[in-house]
């Protein structure tokens, strides 16, 4: 079970990025998936998550109007979209995807069971 994140880059303020988590390796059918960000010398910290069916999706308040999540199931995986607008310095950070094996997603990174390797985003000012 593979998660491969990209679509990071540098940015200036106002701009727009978007991110991809691509999944490969599944066994299981249903899987929610969450997008978590690090700042240096912060703490890991819930930024959206997406249910197995897209139905069910929350956002962190301080990326809520601006983020948006979706997921693509089409082709042979399944992609999940962070679409990033109206970024801002505080948005600069390492972006992580990470699924977990149930249909609804968590805002706590310890119910994920896989991670990608995180891309990273920078916003200047």
């Known amino acids: 079970v593979q998660l491969q994140a990209s679509g990071g880059g540098l940015v200036r303020t106002g701009g727009s990025l978007r991110l991809s988590c691509a999944a490969s390796?599944?066994?299981?059918?249903?899987?929610?998936v969450g997008w978590f960000r690090q700042a240096p010398g912060k703490g890991r910290e819930f930024v959206a998550s997406?249910?197995?069916?897209?139905?069910?999706?929350?956002?962190a308040d301080s990326v809520k109007g601006r983020f948006t999540i979706d997921r693509d199931r089409e082709n042979t995986g399944s992609t999940v979209h962070l679409q990033m607008s109206s970024l801002e310095p505080e948005d600069t950070a390492i972006y992580y995807c990470?699924?977990?094996?149930?249909?609804?997603?968590?805002?706590?990174?310890?119910?994920?069971?896989?991670w990608g390797q995180g891309t990273l985003v920078t916003v200047s000012s």
């Open positions: 990470a699924a977990r094996v149930w249909r609804l997603g968590s805002r706590s990174p310890d119910d994920y069971e896989y």
């Open positions: 390796g599944w066994i299981a059918n249903d899987y929610a």
């Open positions: 997406i249910s197995s069916s897209g139905r069910n999706i929350a956002y």
